[in-house]
Structures are given as C-alpha cells and as structure tokens.
C-alpha cells in the first residue's frame, strides 16, 4: 500500500491511529473516504507549547470510481502532543452523501437508501453489456421497417409533385432513391442475420461475441449512409420535379 514516511526515533515508543478522512477527487469531482493509519509518538513541551507537528500530508491515493492515481494534501485530525511518524493508506471508498464523516471508526459510512457511486456505475456497466447486443438489433430491425417503407412513400410523393411531367432518361433517375433504400434494407437483413459458432468456453465466446458486435456495427454504418444518401437524393429529385 502508498505511504510516506518520516524520520524514526527509536527512542519514542510508537502508537497507531486509525483515521478515516474526507477526500476531494479530482478525477472523478466526487468526494470518498480515505482510511489510513499513522503512526504518531509522544511530543515533547516545550516552553510556550507544544513543538510544531507534521500535520498535514500529502498522500497518494488511487479514485475507486475511475481508477486513477492523484495526490492528496490531507490534514490529520491528531492531537498537538503527538507527532506523526508515518501514515500508511488503507484503502479509499466513494461516499454519495456530501456529509462525509470524519472519525476513527472501523465501518464504512453507508446510507440505507442511496447506493454507492462506484456500485451504480459497476450495474450501469453490467446492464449496457448485457444489452448492447439487443439495442444494436432493435435498430437495425426498425432501420429495416423503415427503408423498406420509405420506398412506397417516396414513389407516393414523386407522383403526387407530378411524375408524368418527367420523359426520357431523367425519368430513369427517378428510381435512384428507391434503390438506396432496398440497398441500406439490404444491409439491416444481414445485420439481423443470425450466427452459427461453436464456443466451447467463456473467451471463445467472448471473442465471437465482440466479432459479432462489431460486423454488425459495421454493417450499420453502412445502411445508415446508404438510407441517408437515399433521403438527400429523394430531396433532389422531389425538388427538380416540383420546379
């Protein structure tokens, strides 16, 4: 675990504080526990009071929420005849109420009805793994109802804006935008297509599963940009017709 040290008397007998002390986060901009245990030794008076401790620390923390280091400059709440001799982190725990308290006890502070940051953020995580899949193919399956529908209305507006008005090869025009849509229903169809693996334990099918995710995330992207293309050429032709 990080500590810092500082020089050792071996003729002062040494005694240990458990103390539990709010942090500011800058890495997450949320507030948590630090638990840490110094080690303190008796200080002697001098005339006027007591000799000047070594109160505050600077020690080095790690954010349970994202996981990055950072450094703290932390004020140890400790009486003015003992002197710090080293204080060793015992760990950091997130706290979602801003009243953090501050104190030696051994229990974490908890609150009965809001969960902690980092237990939110670890079933938030659990949640969009588990339903990336299902959300990628709900898209798609409706992408798939809409290019195919989009095909029936655009020849439905393209007559009505006066389709007989157009001969020749720019009547051959016309049907581009029909055949970007079919072409990006095309691209949901295999999207949508069903797999056939053989995995026979976790990390095969880990990796067949992300190189699912990703072929059909690419396909997507593809009929994404053949439906949008298909709706700016439709505009145009709608437009040259109705001028």
Known sequence: MPSISSPNDPGQPEHRLDLRLPVDCPRCHGKHIASVAALVVPQPLFFGG?????????????????????????????????????????S??????????????????????????????????????????????????????????????????????????ISGGWRVLTIGPAVLFLASAATWVLALRPGLAWAYDVAEFAD????????????TDVGLGLFLAAVAFAIAILAAVML
């Open 50 to 90: 007591p000799a000047d401790a070594p109160s505050r620390w600077t020690l080095g923390l790690s954010c349970p929420i994202v996981g990055r280091a950072f450094d703290a400059d932390i004020a140890l709440p400790v009486d003015e005849g003992v002197q710090v001799r080293r204080v060793d982190v015992i």
């Open 92 to 165: 950091v725990d997130p706290v979602p109420d801003p009243a953090l308290p501050v104190g030696d006890g051994n229990q974490p502070p908890t609150t009965a009805t809001d969960p902690s940051a980092a237990a939110w953020l670890t079933a938030e995580f659990d949640e969009w793994r588990k339903s990336s899949g299902l959300t990628l193919r709900g898209f798609a399956a409706s992408m798939l109802s809409t290019s195919t529908g989009a095909v029936a209305v655009y020849f439905a507006i393209l007559k009505y804006a006066g389709l007989e008005r």
């Open 208 to 219: 067949y599963r992300r190189r699912r995710l990703v072929a059909a995330r690419r396909l």
